[in-house]
């Protein structure tokens, strides 16, 4: 409870394009933040990537529920 009382601006949501994130994990591994993708686990980078206008297949199978 001390360190959610501590938080500056608990009422904002994170980036959701997680930049900071991003660019330490460029910093670390020598890639472009541009080239690195995150995610709330696997199913929402696979939906990510499934939607990009690069992606020209399709894919259908069965996962746990959710």
Known sequence: MEA???IQFPYVYPDP?????REA?????GLESE?????????ELID?????KEARLQLECGTHNR
Request: glycine letters at 12%; a neutral charge.
């Open 48 to 52: 990510l990537i499934m939607r990009s």
């Open 25 to 29: 994990l460029a910093q670390d591994s």
């Open 17 to 21: 394009e997680s930049r900071r994130l």
């Open 35 to 43: 080239y690195i993708l995150v995610g709330c686990g696997a199913d």
């Open 4 to 6: 959610l009382g501590s």
